[in-house]
């Protein structure tokens, strides 16, 4: 299928991690000859060396704190025309300052995929223990840097527009990590009333709500007692998701917008 996206440019956040979302989306839109721009951020978290070889959150740690290095490796092996730039797109300046240097490459901006996101890894996401900080920064990146991104978005993007906004299949009920699944629901909330705001403009506005995916967290453990909760019997793959970006990208889904797209195998509906 021929999804139309070739020298199209696609901003992708939180794109470090080589087997999260963001990379591997960047690595599907590369293939269809699109310009890809990663952004990200270092998230500096302790992790065991000797256990990064193997999936679980050592891995998954590592990943996140890494510059993004087996990523451009990958895509210089495709031959991608490409950027990648370290930024905080909690920041409204920084926000600024990533268009900017896009527009100074590429000239505009096609595709926005609203992938990167904060959430606290230790614990202390639920009524109980919740503190202002974890509120702060989940909020911070996942709902205002989207935000800002979205906002930034509407002046540089050209004759075509697409934004795909990436939230948790269970976002409405997501006890253990209350703060992260409220700052998805409000993306799909988002997600919903910018559709409504930006039709006229010929921007499409939609949402993918991943199930539990493999991005190098989930260790074997975890995968036994996850795949019973979803009813296709497997752990999501990033390749799913970012096969439904695409789609979402494409020329095909020109009337579809202000959609939630739950990407889980059944799992949370």
């Known amino acids: 299928m021929d999804y139309g996206l070739k020298n199209k440019v696609a901003l992708i956040t939180g794109a470090n991690n080589p087997q999260g979302i963001g990379a591997t989306t960047a690595f599907a839109f590369a293939r269809e000859g699109a310009k890809v721009v990663l952004v990200y951020k270092k998230i500096h978290r ?22 993004g290095e087996m990523v451009e490796r990958k895509l210089k092996e495709m031959n991608a025309d490409y950027m990648i730039i370290e930024s905080d797109i909690s920041n409204e300046e920084a926000v600024t300052e990533i268009y900017s240097t896009v527009r100074e490459r590429y000239g505009k901006i096609d595709i926005l995929v609203n992938n990167a996101a904060a959430g606290d890894m230790d614990g202390f996401d639920t009524i109980e223990k919740i503190t202002q900080n974890v509120i702060d920064d989940t909020f911070a990146v996942n709902v205002r840097g989207s935000i800002l991104m979205i906002r930034a978005f509407m002046d540089y993007h050209g004759d075509y527009g697409r934004i795909i906004n990436i939230s948790t299949d ?46 190098g967290w989930i260790d074997a453990d975890l995968e036994k007692s996850v795949i019973p909760l979803i009813p296709m019997g497997k752990i999501i793959q990033p390749e799913d998701i970012a096969e439904t970006i695409l789609f979402l990208a494409s020329e095909q889904a020109k009337m579809l917008t202000g959609q939630v797209i739950k990407v ?3 799992h949370a509906l």
């Open 46 to 67: 302790q992790f065991d060396k000797t256990k990064t070889g193997r999936n679980g959150t050592d891995r998954y740690f590592s990943a996140n704190a890494s510059n």
């Open 170 to 215: 269970a976002s409405q009920i997501f006890a253990g990590q209350i703060t992260y699944g409220a700052s998805k629901a409000t993306m799909e909330a988002l997600t919903r009333s910018i559709a409504l705001e930006v039709g006229k403009y010929g921007i499409t506005v939609n949402c993918v709500a991943p199930g539990p995916t493999q991005t």
């Open 264 to 266: 889980s195998g059944g």
